[in-house]
């Protein structure tokens, strides 16, 4: 809406282009972190990615895909260690991140701090600026340290941990979708 100030009126800013981070990291549960890329590009939401080595390897395991053609689902894909990327910068306004799926070794470089790579250092940034993180963490059994750091990561501010459990992978991409109210596009169901 234009304002009015005085004998002139000034457009309205641009609202910032939809965005939301999605980040797949070296565990099982590829699917969910491909389905979430292709509803986000059916409801037009910029998604800007982060694909680990190891992803790519659970990509052509469990789905018999080939990663590049994944990696293309994306708006935009980002080099692991590229810590000059956009998305590590709060100034590159996002609607969030999605760790979909992520490791427990990546949710505990998070919960420390220790932002080496642009999934933990994306992950950073998005908790400084106090947008959500998501953490879709698909590993078990757990250690004790690891179920410490699931506990801590569940009680920072912003950050929700969901466990996909025994449901399908456009259940979880559904409830992720919703997460960051952003309405689902039609999918001929």
Not at 58 to 67: A, L, V
Not at 76 to 99: C, D, E, W
Not at 108 to 127: M, Q
């Amino acid at each position: 809406m234009d304002v009015r100030l005085g004998n002139h009126l000034v457009p309205a800013a641009p609202a910032p282009p939809e965005r939301l981070i999605v980040a797949m990291t070296g565990v099982d549960g590829a699917r969910y972190g491909i389905r979430l890329l292709e509803a986000l590009r059916e409801t037009g939401v910029e998604s800007h990615l982060v694909m680990c080595p190891c992803a790519r390897q659970s990509i052509r395991t469990e789905t018999g895909q080939d990663p590049d053609l994944v990696r293309r689902l994306a708006s935009r894909s980002y080099h692991p260690h590229n810590q000059a990327a956009k998305i590590s910068s709060g100034s590159f306004l996002t609607r969030g991140m999605v760790i979909a799926p992520c490791s427990v070794r990546s949710m505990s470089a998070i919960v420390n701090g220790y932002a080496t790579t642009l999934v933990a250092r994306a992950a950073d940034v998005t908790l400084k600026e106090r947008r959500p993180l998501v953490l879709l963490v698909n590993e078990s059994p757990l250690s004790p340290i690891q179920v410490d750091n699931l506990r801590r990561a569940a009680t920072v501010p912003g950050v929700v941990v969901s466990w996909p459990g025994e449901r399908g992978a456009d259940a979880v991409v559904d409830g992720l979708l919703a997460q960051f109210s952003i309405p689902l596009a039609t999918r001929g169901r």
